[in-house]
């Protein structure tokens, strides 16, 4: 049974900081890349970074330099650290697969920055 949980967003003022967390059910998870993407009101969700099986991070540039995303295997696990957020990072995040998603998708995390 595939389950995706993420957590950790909420409100904050812009420069300041939150870490996500995604609990992932299901040992497949674990060899495959993940990533975590956001919606934002009225647009498209997008890709905004992957992290390899092995812990190699890709990012968009629009985060570049803020965010970090990494892995814990053993937990099925997938973090973002998000440094300096803006207003225009207020979205809800998700993770998947990366840069494929499943069709599947958990129910998100909502990120508000304030400015």
């Known amino acids: 049974h595939v389950q995706l949980v993420e957590s950790g967003g909420g409100l904050v003022q812009a420069g300041g900081s939150l870490t996500l967390s995604c609990a992932a059910s299901?040992?497949?998870?674990?060899?495959?890349?993940m990533g975590w993407y956001r919606q934002a009101p009225g647009k498209e969700r997008e890709l905004v970074a992957i992290?390899?099986?092995?812990?190699?991070?890709t990012y968009v540039e629009s985060v570049e330099g803020r965010v970090t995303i990494s892995r814990d295997i053993a937990k099925n696990t997938v973090y973002l650290q998000m440094n300096s957020l803006k207003p225009e990072d207020t979205a809800i995040y998700y993770c998947?697969?990366?840069?494929?998603?499943?069709?599947?998708w958990g129910q998100g995390t909502q990120v508000t920055v304030s400015s």
């Open positions: 998947n697969v990366g840069p494929r998603p499943l069709k599947y």
């Open positions: 299901g040992s497949i998870f674990s060899f495959l890349t």
């Open positions: 992290v390899t099986q092995g812990g190699t991070p």
